[in-house]
Protein backbone atom coordinates (compact mmCIF):
# COMPACT_ATOMS: atom_id res chain seq x y z
CA UNK A 1 0.00 0.00 0.00
CA UNK A 2 1.26 2.98 -0.51
CA UNK A 3 2.10 5.26 1.83
CA UNK A 4 0.80 9.40 1.90
CA UNK A 5 2.91 11.84 3.42
CA UNK A 6 2.22 13.22 6.72
CA UNK A 7 -0.37 15.89 6.27
CA UNK A 8 -0.73 19.43 8.56
CA UNK A 9 -3.96 19.63 9.71
CA UNK A 10 -5.75 22.87 10.11
CA UNK A 11 -7.63 22.35 13.69
CA UNK A 12 -9.76 25.01 15.25
CA UNK A 13 -8.61 26.53 18.25
CA UNK A 14 -12.31 26.24 19.74
CA UNK A 15 -13.43 23.60 21.84
CA UNK A 16 -13.54 20.28 19.50
CA UNK A 17 -16.54 18.03 18.54
CA UNK A 18 -14.34 14.73 18.60
CA UNK A 19 -11.11 14.16 20.45
CA UNK A 20 -9.50 10.71 18.39
CA UNK A 21 -6.41 9.38 20.44
CA UNK A 22 -4.26 7.73 18.94
CA UNK A 23 -1.82 5.14 20.83
CA UNK A 24 1.60 4.72 19.25
CA UNK A 25 4.95 3.03 20.20
CA UNK A 26 7.39 3.02 17.64
CA UNK A 27 4.86 3.81 14.66
CA UNK A 28 7.06 5.57 11.83
CA UNK A 29 5.64 3.56 9.06
CA UNK A 30 1.90 4.33 9.92
CA UNK A 31 1.21 7.42 12.02
CA UNK A 32 1.52 10.09 8.91
CA UNK A 33 -1.01 8.05 7.09
CA UNK A 34 -3.60 7.25 9.94
CA UNK A 35 -3.50 11.36 10.87
CA UNK A 36 -4.18 11.94 7.28
CA UNK A 37 -7.04 9.39 7.23
CA UNK A 38 -8.07 10.52 10.38
CA UNK A 39 -8.07 14.35 9.48
CA UNK A 40 -10.43 13.45 5.72
CA UNK A 41 -13.37 11.99 8.08
CA UNK A 42 -14.00 14.35 11.32
CA UNK A 43 -14.89 17.68 11.99
CA UNK A 44 -14.40 19.86 14.10
CA UNK A 45 -11.58 17.27 15.95
CA UNK A 46 -8.51 17.18 17.45
CA UNK A 47 -6.00 14.33 17.41
CA UNK A 48 -4.00 13.83 20.04
CA UNK A 49 -1.23 11.29 18.94
CA UNK A 50 0.16 9.55 22.83
CA UNK A 51 3.49 8.50 22.03
CA UNK A 52 4.53 5.32 24.44
CA UNK A 53 7.70 5.62 24.66
CA UNK A 54 8.88 5.61 20.66
CA UNK A 55 12.40 5.45 19.76
CA UNK A 56 12.03 5.49 15.83
CA UNK A 57 10.60 8.79 13.98
CA UNK A 58 7.11 8.56 15.57
CA UNK A 59 7.11 11.76 17.52
CA UNK A 60 9.33 13.36 14.77
CA UNK A 61 6.49 12.46 11.86
CA UNK A 62 3.53 13.79 14.45
CA UNK A 63 5.00 16.66 15.10
CA UNK A 64 4.88 17.30 11.31
CA UNK A 65 1.90 17.58 10.60
CA UNK A 66 -0.71 19.54 13.56
CA UNK A 67 -1.76 16.26 15.68
CA UNK A 68 -0.93 17.17 19.42
CA UNK A 69 1.88 15.22 20.62
CA UNK A 70 1.87 13.52 24.14
CA UNK A 71 5.36 11.53 24.93
CA UNK A 72 5.48 9.26 27.87
CA UNK A 73 8.86 9.14 28.47
CA UNK A 74 9.01 5.53 28.74
CA UNK A 75 7.00 2.63 26.88
CA UNK A 76 3.87 2.02 29.84
CA UNK A 77 1.36 -0.24 28.00
CA UNK A 78 -1.30 0.87 25.53
CA UNK A 79 -3.79 1.41 28.67
CA UNK A 80 -1.45 3.73 30.11
CA UNK A 81 -1.32 6.07 26.80
CA UNK A 82 -4.92 6.11 26.29
CA UNK A 83 -5.26 6.71 29.63
CA UNK A 84 -3.17 9.96 29.43
CA UNK A 85 -5.29 11.14 26.13
CA UNK A 86 -8.47 10.55 27.47
CA UNK A 87 -7.62 12.72 30.48
CA UNK A 88 -6.21 15.41 28.16
CA UNK A 89 -8.55 15.58 25.72
CA UNK A 90 -11.12 18.21 25.45
CA UNK A 91 -13.85 17.00 22.60
CA UNK A 92 -17.49 16.12 23.91
CA UNK A 93 -16.78 13.20 22.26
CA UNK A 94 -13.87 10.84 22.73
CA UNK A 95 -12.41 8.00 20.83
CA UNK A 96 -9.43 5.95 20.20
CA UNK A 97 -8.21 3.86 17.43
CA UNK A 98 -4.93 1.98 17.06
CA UNK A 99 -1.99 3.81 15.05
CA UNK A 100 -2.20 1.31 12.20
CA UNK A 101 -6.09 1.94 11.57
CA UNK A 102 -7.06 -1.57 11.13
CA UNK A 103 -10.53 -0.59 10.48
CA UNK A 104 -12.65 1.60 8.09
CA UNK A 105 -12.78 5.43 9.34
CA UNK A 106 -16.52 5.08 8.58
CA UNK A 107 -17.02 2.71 11.18
CA UNK A 108 -15.41 4.77 14.10
CA UNK A 109 -17.97 7.38 12.08
CA UNK A 110 -20.84 4.88 13.26
CA UNK A 111 -19.50 4.33 16.70
CA UNK A 112 -19.43 8.37 16.94
CA UNK A 113 -22.75 9.34 15.75
CA UNK A 114 -24.26 6.66 17.87
CA UNK A 115 -22.77 8.60 20.95
CA UNK A 116 -23.37 11.85 19.39
CA UNK A 117 -27.04 10.95 19.32
CA UNK A 118 -27.74 9.89 22.39
CA UNK A 119 -28.37 6.47 21.36
CA UNK A 120 -25.30 5.11 23.44
CA UNK A 121 -22.59 6.20 26.23
CA UNK A 122 -20.32 3.98 24.60
CA UNK A 123 -19.82 2.92 21.22
CA UNK A 124 -17.15 -0.16 20.65
CA UNK A 125 -15.96 -1.92 17.39
CA UNK A 126 -17.09 -5.47 16.96
CA UNK A 127 -15.33 -8.18 15.22
CA UNK A 128 -17.78 -10.90 16.02
CA UNK A 129 -20.91 -9.33 14.73
CA UNK A 130 -22.29 -11.18 11.56
CA UNK A 131 -21.98 -7.74 9.53
CA UNK A 132 -18.18 -7.34 10.24
CA UNK A 133 -15.67 -8.61 8.25
CA UNK A 134 -13.20 -11.67 9.63
CA UNK A 135 -9.57 -11.36 9.75
CA UNK A 136 -8.25 -15.44 8.65
CA UNK A 137 -4.68 -13.50 8.10
CA UNK A 138 -4.25 -14.35 12.11
CA UNK A 139 -2.49 -17.39 12.99
CA UNK A 140 -4.72 -20.02 14.43
CA UNK A 141 -3.44 -19.84 18.05
CA UNK A 142 -3.62 -16.29 18.23
CA UNK A 143 -7.79 -16.52 17.49
CA UNK A 144 -7.68 -19.58 19.44
CA UNK A 145 -5.92 -17.47 22.27
CA UNK A 146 -8.62 -14.57 21.67
CA UNK A 147 -11.73 -16.69 22.08
CA UNK A 148 -10.37 -18.53 24.96
CA UNK A 149 -10.13 -14.63 26.77
CA UNK A 150 -13.05 -13.77 25.37
CA UNK A 151 -14.72 -16.78 27.25
CA UNK A 152 -12.81 -16.07 30.27
CA UNK A 153 -14.42 -12.44 29.97
CA UNK A 154 -17.36 -13.22 30.15
CA UNK A 155 -17.85 -15.63 32.15
CA UNK A 156 -16.31 -13.54 35.33
CA UNK A 157 -16.68 -9.42 34.13
CA UNK A 158 -18.93 -8.85 31.32
CA UNK A 159 -21.98 -11.44 29.38
CA UNK A 160 -22.87 -8.66 26.59
CA UNK A 161 -19.80 -7.42 25.54
CA UNK A 162 -18.31 -10.44 23.65
CA UNK A 163 -15.17 -8.50 21.79
CA UNK A 164 -13.97 -6.26 24.52
CA UNK A 165 -10.79 -6.06 22.79
CA UNK A 166 -11.11 -4.61 19.68
CA UNK A 167 -9.27 -1.23 19.22
CA UNK A 168 -12.40 1.15 17.79
CA UNK A 169 -14.27 2.66 20.95
CA UNK A 170 -16.15 6.27 21.37
CA UNK A 171 -17.24 7.31 24.50
CA UNK A 172 -19.37 10.47 25.55
CA UNK A 173 -16.46 12.72 27.19
CA UNK A 174 -17.52 13.19 30.51
CA UNK A 175 -18.27 9.26 30.85
CA UNK A 176 -14.57 8.63 29.36
CA UNK A 177 -12.88 10.92 31.83
CA UNK A 178 -14.90 9.28 34.35
CA UNK A 179 -13.70 5.47 33.91
CA UNK A 180 -10.39 6.62 32.77
CA UNK A 181 -9.57 8.13 35.92
CA UNK A 182 -10.70 4.92 37.84
CA UNK A 183 -8.67 2.58 35.34
CA UNK A 184 -5.71 1.08 36.71
CA UNK A 185 -4.57 -1.37 33.91
CA UNK A 186 -1.90 -0.61 31.44
CA UNK A 187 -1.53 -3.23 29.36
CA UNK A 188 -3.99 -4.12 26.74
CA UNK A 189 -6.57 -5.33 29.47
CA UNK A 190 -7.70 -1.83 29.77
CA UNK A 191 -10.44 -2.17 27.38
CA UNK A 192 -12.11 -5.00 29.50
CA UNK A 193 -11.43 -3.09 32.68
CA UNK A 194 -12.78 0.46 31.05
CA UNK A 195 -15.89 -1.78 30.21
CA UNK A 196 -16.50 -3.51 33.19
CA UNK A 197 -16.60 -0.27 34.30
CA UNK A 198 -18.43 0.61 32.37
CA UNK A 199 -21.63 -2.16 32.87
CA UNK A 200 -20.82 -1.81 36.81
CA UNK A 201 -21.77 1.72 36.71
CA UNK A 202 -25.05 1.10 34.05
CA UNK A 203 -23.48 3.09 31.00
CA UNK A 204 -25.51 1.86 28.13
CA UNK A 205 -22.92 0.62 25.45
CA UNK A 206 -23.51 0.14 21.68
CA UNK A 207 -21.79 -2.16 19.49
CA UNK A 208 -20.89 -1.61 15.77
CA UNK A 209 -19.44 -3.96 13.16
CA UNK A 210 -16.12 -3.32 11.64
CA UNK A 211 -14.31 -3.94 8.12
CA UNK A 212 -10.65 -4.25 8.31
CA UNK A 213 -8.68 -1.41 6.29
CA UNK A 214 -5.79 -4.10 5.31
CA UNK A 215 -3.48 -2.16 7.33
CA UNK A 216 -3.71 -4.24 10.31
CA UNK A 217 -0.64 -5.43 12.33
CA UNK A 218 -0.87 -6.51 15.33
CA UNK A 219 1.61 -6.06 18.39
CA UNK A 220 0.52 -8.70 20.66
CA UNK A 221 3.04 -11.24 22.08
CA UNK A 222 1.20 -13.55 22.29
CA UNK A 223 2.12 -15.76 25.22
CA UNK A 224 3.69 -12.94 27.20
CA UNK A 225 0.96 -10.82 26.63
CA UNK A 226 -1.67 -13.25 27.15
CA UNK A 227 -0.52 -14.05 30.69
CA UNK A 228 -0.53 -10.49 31.34
CA UNK A 229 -4.06 -9.79 30.44
CA UNK A 230 -5.43 -13.03 32.68
CA UNK A 231 -3.46 -11.71 34.92
CA UNK A 232 -4.84 -8.19 34.78
CA UNK A 233 -8.40 -10.06 34.50
CA UNK A 234 -7.79 -11.31 37.98
CA UNK A 235 -7.36 -8.00 39.29
CA UNK A 236 -9.84 -6.45 37.86
CA UNK A 237 -12.40 -9.01 39.12
CA UNK A 238 -10.92 -8.30 42.56
CA UNK A 239 -11.20 -4.82 42.41
CA UNK A 240 -14.57 -5.04 41.84
CA UNK A 241 -15.81 -3.73 45.35
CA UNK A 242 -13.69 -0.99 45.34
CA UNK A 243 -15.16 0.01 41.59
CA UNK A 244 -18.73 0.17 43.13
CA UNK A 245 -17.25 2.29 46.07
CA UNK A 246 -15.54 5.03 43.29
CA UNK A 247 -19.28 5.22 41.29
CA UNK A 248 -20.06 6.76 44.79
Known amino acids: MRRRPPTRLCMSTSRPEISIIIPAFNEESVIGSTIADVAEHFHPFEIIVVSDGSTDRTDEIVRQSAARLIRLPENSGKGAAVRRGVMEAAGNIIAFIDADMPYRPENLDQAIELVRSGAADIAVGARDLPQSETDRSYPMRRRLAGRTLSVLIRVFLIRDVTDTQCGLKAFRGDAAKRLFAT ?66
Open 183 to 248: SRVDGFGFDFEVLYLATSWGMRIARVPVALSHRHASRVRLIRDSAIMLWDLIRVRWWGPRYRRDEG
